[in-house]
Structure formats: structure tokens, C-alpha cells
């Protein structure tokens, strides 16, 4: 066993870690003599606690002393990548008030997981997950931790009610993996299952997935502990307005806390982006396209930011100035006053619903999202303020899960992507306060991006590409957030960024195979790929074959890094290119077709030990993909049916075929 570990490592990497090891022993060796306490102003305790949204006095206190403590008996914890599941389990929270019932709301990433063992101490407790799936059968980052902990087993829940609603994706092949589980393992750890397992499907309709999920699951809990309904908490009010003085310090954008760009402190997450400077803005595609794809660097020089060839990188957008400005014109406020929105729930550990004080116009700008498709219960709340009847009833009839409003939703909102800014603007007489539809509103996510780049080749610069998202819908014009701000982003300007860590990872030995397979976009991380193993084969190490199947519509158009890839081939550092282009001829080729055409080769590749890695479209293109090598697998490796399903389910689990798609 020894003998093959050591074979997978050359000398300088077995000098490398034995110096690792002599180095790590010193350090522990002088910590134990010079031990005392200490306070690390970077930890991840100090960082992801947000000071204008967090009480202090409950940061040191367990969430089940809380619950004891004030008689709450609803726990509900989210997994959320992109805040969807946070924002479900905030309208869950507020649902219950109208039971009189008031939940705690956790991030599990925030907690002490061993602290649920004491959950049976709560009376009648009720834990609720609102988890999503992350990747390809994973927990989300913040629900890592829960999900070990839990399928440990050590956890004893006897006693505790449950119910979970999973949030997923079915064009992957491990649709809601996580929610199955946990629904499973709870039940498992000694839970009572209160409520049937929920299954939300981002591909069709989540927000109708959810809305039929949660109004049967409300009377139903209401039902097992006896709770009356009360009708008075329907209009209650979450967070109330306070006007905040003048010169005050405000929030301006910032996350975790005020004046946290001009003195920015690592390290950088989601709590706290890191305001990096826009480098390159470059056009991709050439003027022959249709579309327009961005090369965009960024430098991160100084921040201590790493990050390896296949992670992520997020970026935080600015919502576009005239749909704000429209919002101002439409409602009709002052758009630079100062205020914070305080929770009415004097012992809630969420004080405000983003960072306050700040302004009205910074709020629309940087902290809620008013371009997404409004949600129903939205559509419930602001349909009070209308003055014309018919618009009320109609408001209210979409906001409703019966069969009628569920299929108007489905068509006016889903299919034609109106926003709360559409909404307003074709319902006049709906005049919502802005301080209750920013109440409402979910929260400006971050998105994810595969980085285009490879640290070896320069650490303090970070590259993406992006196609700016464009399209009409009648009269209207449908922007992409991210990508038309990315458009926006003058050489020199600032962006909030911050680099997420990804599974997808090139093969230690140098000399592994890599199959890439990379459409458009998805070509990004595989630039990243071979640099850095031109990086190696200018050092003078062997590195093994690199093949390529790139896809896109025409060569003349949108064949992105062009010159680039043609270098790579030229220094045969990438040694085989197949190109697929869809429009460039009357039948239309695809990657999954080149790969079909070289099938001998692929199969001799994958038989001798190469990785295969996918990035790109998990719709169609992934799973045409993975159709058609198990079917080189049985025509030309000569398995049958049940081997090749078998033999490609074992390259996902040795990490030989690894996938960054989206849908």
C-alpha cells in the first residue's frame, strides 16, 4: 500500500512534503512552549458575523439554549447556495407567526452541528430543512458540515419532528440528493417525519414546487400540535422603519461591515467579497456575432486570495440605474434617505434583512434583487396597496396555489420573467411603501463563474468569460444581472469578488490524460487546464496528452480563445483539438458527435487511465455527453449495458470524470 502512494509522487514533491512535515513539527513544538491564549482577528467566527444584522448578546448562545430560553419550538435550517433556500426558510419563519409562533432561523455554517443531540431537550420541537443540492449530488458550502454530522449517526433526535423541502435541479442526474438523504437520515437518527418530503425543481417551476409544498404543509403542522390560526398576524410587519439621523455612517455597498472596502481585512467570502480591480474588459466574439462574450480580469494583488485552475469565482452585481431609477419614479420617494428596517422580534438574531443604516437608492442598488421573477407571496403582500379593485383580485388570484393561480403564475411571471419592477409598471395603481418591498424582496445573490485562468501563470490576476444574457419577451427586454454589469465594467472600476473552491482538479501526475470537454463558455476552466500544464512543460516536465472537444456555433463568430488554442496545439501542449461547429454547415455537429467520431481513441485514453472532465450546459449537452461515452464503453470497450453504466459510475466516484455544469 505504502509502495503505492510513494509511486504517485515525483522527488521534488516527496522533498516538498517532508520539509512540509519538519516545518509543522516546529511550529507545534514552539506553540506548546509558548502557549497562551490568543485572538485571531481573521477566523471565520469573526468574518461571517455581520454586525448590522446579528445581536450580539445571542452570538455566544446556543441556538438550543435560544429556543429553551424564549419558547420557540421551530427550528429551521437552510442549505443554500444562491439564497434561495434562505429566503424560503425566512417565509416559512414568517408563516408560523400566523400561529403565533415564533421559529429560529440557522445557517448551519454558523452553529455548532453537535448542538442538535439537544434538541429533544425543546419541548414538542419541529426541525424543518430547506436544503438544496448543490453540483453533482452535493451539499451546499454552508450545509457541509450539517450533512457530515448528521450522516455520522452520533446525533439522537428521538423525541424531535421533522419535515424537509429539497431544492434541485432535475436536468442533473442526482436530482434533490441531498434532500432525499436527509429525509432519510433524520428519520433514521429517531426523528417523526411530520410532513412528506418536499421536492423543488429549479429546471420547471420551484417557486410553484414550493407553493403547493408549503400550504399544505402549514395547516398540517398546525393540525399535529394543535396551533390556532391567528388572523391578525397576516398583515403583521416583519421589520419596521427607523429614519436615521443625519451624517451617520452608512452601508454603500458593503457586506459585512461599514467601511470594509476602503480597509479591506482577509479573508474573503461571501460575508466579505473582496473589491477587486477590473484589469481587462475584452471583447470575445467578433463582429460577425450576434452576442457578446467578455474576457474579464481582475486583480487581486495584495488581498492574499488563491485559488487553483478549475475553482470558481463570484461576483456580486449592481442592479441596472434605470430599472432603480424607474422603481424611484414608479413608487414615488426620496431615494437618498438614510434608514435601517429593524426586526419587530426584539430576540430574532437577523436585525435587519441587509446591511443597515444605509440608503433607500443602495438598497435597490446593491442588496435586493428587482429583476429576478417576483414570488408569490410578493405578489400577495403588495396587492393590498392597490387601489383599483380588479388589479387587487387579480394580484391576489396569482399569488394563490390553486389550480387557476398556479397556472397564471406559471404563465405571467415564470414564462414571461416579469419582475417586481413589470408588475408595478402594469399594475399603476399598486403603491407598496418601499420599505415593505424591500422587506420582501430577496435578497442580490452573488454568481458563479468558472475561472478562465491558471495562478501558475500569474497568482495576482484572476480571469472569467461571460456571455452577456440578451433577449427579448414581447416589448420588453430581458437583461442578465451579472452579465450586463460585467458589460458595464470600465478598465480600472471595482467589483466585489471572492473565489469559491471547486472539486474539479487536474490529475496530480502531470503525465495523466485529460479528456476536456468544453462548449462555449465551459471552455473556461480548461484554459485554466492548459496553462498549467504549459506551465510544467516550459519547467521541462513530461506531461501527457491533453485533448480537447470544443464546441460552438460558427468559427467566424464565436470560436472564443481561438488564437490561443491554436498556440496550445502549435506548442503541442493541447495535442488533439476536435472542433464542433453547430451552425457552421447545414447539419449541425455537436462535441458529443466528435467524441463518437474518434471513439478508438477516447476509449484507448479513458482504458489507460485518462481524466474526463465536462464543463458547460447540464441540459442537453452533459447528458449527451455521458450518453454517448457509454456507448464507446460497450461498442468499443466491449461492456454490456450494465458494465458500462458501471464503469463510468466508477470514474465519478475516483474523481476520473468530474463535471461543472449549469442549467
Not at 67 to 90: D, F, H, P
Request: glycine share 6%; hydrophobic share 35%.
Amino acid at each position: 500500500m505504502l509502495t503505492w502512494i510513494v509511486s504517485g509522487f515525483d522527488t521534488s514533491d516527496i522533498v516538498v512534503l517532508t520539509l512540509f512535515a519538519g516545518g509543522a513539527i516546529v511550529f507545534v513544538f514552539m506553540k506548546l512552549l509558548n502557549q497562551k491564549p490568543a485572538v485571531n482577528r481573521y477566523s471565520p467566527t469573526v468574518t461571517s458575523v455581520t454586525p448590522s444584522t446579528v445581536v450580539p448578546s445571542k452570538l455566544n448562545q446556543s441556538f438550543i439554549d435560544r429556543m429553551k430560553n424564549e419558547g420557540r419550538q421551530v427550528l429551521i435550517m437552510y442549505g443554500s447556495q444562491t439564497g434561495t433556500a434562505e429566503e424560503m426558510s425566512g417565509r416559512l419563519a414568517k408563516d408560523l407567526s400566523r400561529y403565533s409562533k415564533k421559529a429560529v432561523v440557522v445557517d448551519p455554517e454558523d452553529i455548532d452541528c453537535e448542538d442538535l443531540n439537544r434538541l429533544s431537550e425543546v419541548e414538542d420541537a419541529l426541525l424543518v430543512l430547506c436544503i438544496a443540492t448543490y453540483g453533482e449530488g452535493d451539499p451546499t458550502d454552508n450545509a457541509v458540515t450539517l450533512v457530515e454530522y448528521l450522516n455520522g449517526g452520533d446525533c439522537d433526535l428521538s423525541g424531535v419532528r421533522f419535515a424537509v423541502f429539497g431544492l434541485g435541479n432535475k436536468t442533473y442526474e442526482h436530482f434533490n440528493e441531498i434532500g432525499k438523504q436527509m429525509d432519510k437520515q433524520l428519520e433514521k437518527l429517531g426523528a417523526k417525519r411530520i410532513f412528506q418530503l418536499g421536492l423543488g425543481d429549479d429546471d420547471a417551476n420551484l417557486e410553484e414546487d414550493f407553493m403547493i409544498w408549503r400550504e399544505a404543509f402549514l395547516p398540517k403542522v398546525a393540525e399535529e400540535f394543535g396551533w390556532e390560526l391567528n388572523t391578525e398576524a397576516e398583515t403583521m410587519r416583519q421589520y419596521q422603519l427607523e429614519p436615521v439621523e443625519e451624517g451617520k455612517a452608512l452601508f454603500r455597498g458593503e457586506f459585512g461591515r461599514l467601511g470594509a472596502y476602503e480597509r479591506p481585512r482577509p479573508p474573503f467570502d461571501a460575508k466579505n467579497p473582496y473589491l477587486a480591480r477590473v484589469v481587462v474588459n475584452d471583447e470575445l466574439h467578433t463582429d460577425q456575432s450576434d452576442r457578446s462574450c467578455r474576457h474579464i480580469e481582475f486583480s487581486v494583488e495584495g488581498s492574499r486570495i488563491r485559488y487553483e485552475a478549475g475553482d470558481h469565482l463570484a461576483v456580486f452585481p449592481t442592479n441596472d440605474s434605470s430599472l432603480v431609477d424607474r422603481l424611484i419614479e414608479i413608487l414615488d420617494f426620496e431615494p437618498d434617505r438614510a434608514f435601517r428596517l429593524v426586526n419587530v422580534d426584539e430576540d430574532a438574531s437577523k436585525r435587519h434583512p441587509f446591511p443597515c443604516p444605509t440608503t433607500f437608492r443602495t438598497a435597490l442598488s446593491h442588496y435586493v434583487d428587482i429583476c429576478a421573477p417576483v414570488k408569490s407571496h410578493v405578489l400577495k403582500a403588495i396587492s393590498e396597496y392597490c387601489s383599483d379593485e380588479g388589479e387587487k383580485e387579480y394580484l391576489n388570484m396569482v399569488s394563490t396555489a390553486n389550480e387557476a393561480g398556479l397556472k397564471e403564475y406559471a404563465r405571467y411571471i415564470v414564462k414571461e420573467r416579469r419582475s417586481v419592477v413589470d408588475v408595478l409598471t402594469d399594475h399603476k395603481s399598486c403603491k407598496p411603501p418601499i420599505e415593505y418591498l424591500l422587506e420582501l424582496l430577496p435578497r442580490l445573490q452573488a454568481r458563479y463563474y468558472s475561472i478562465a485562468s491558471c495562478p501558475r501563470i500569474n497568482e495576482e490576476k484572476i480571469a472569467i468569460c461571460a456571455v452577456v444574457t440578451k433577449y427579448s419577451i414581447g416589448d420588453r427586454l430581458i437583461n442578465g444581472v451579472c452579465t450586463t454589469y460585467l458589460l458595464n465594467q470600465l478598465v480600472e472600476s471595482k467589483s466585489p469578488i471572492f473565489v469559491r473552491k471547486s472539486t474539479m482538479r487536474l490529475p496530480h501526475r502531470t503525465t495523466t490524460q485529460v479528456i476536456m470537454i468544453g462548449p462555449g463558455t465551459g471552455f473556461a476552466p480548461f484554459r485554466g487546464f492548459l496553462q498549467d500544464r504549459q506551465f510544467h512543460k516550459t519547467a521541462g516536465k513530461e506531461v501527457g496528452a491533453m485533448h480537447l472537444y470544443y464546441g460552438c456555433r460558427h468559427p467566424d463568430h464565436d470560436y472564443i480563445y481561438r488564437d490561443e488554442i491554436a498556440k496550445f496545439h502549435e506548442d503541442r501542449v493541447l495535442t488533439h483539438l476536435e472542433c464542433a461547429f453547430s451552425r457552421a454547415q447545414e447539419k449541425k455537429i455537436y462535441v458529443q458527435d466528435r467524441l463518437w467520431d474518434t471513439r478508438d481513441r477516447v476509449w484507448e485514453a479513458i482504458n489507460s487511465g485518462a481524466h474526463v472532465y465536462i464543463c458547460g450546459d447540464a441540459r442537453n449537452m452533459a447528458r449527451d455527453v455521458q450518453a454517448t461515452l457509454q456507448k464507446i464503453f460497450r461498442e468499443i470497450g466491449g461492456k454490456s449495458e450494465n458494465e458500462a453504466v458501471a464503469y463510468f459510475k466508477d470514474m465519478e466516484k475516483t474523481k476520473r470524470y468530474q463535471a461543472d455544469v449549469w442549467s
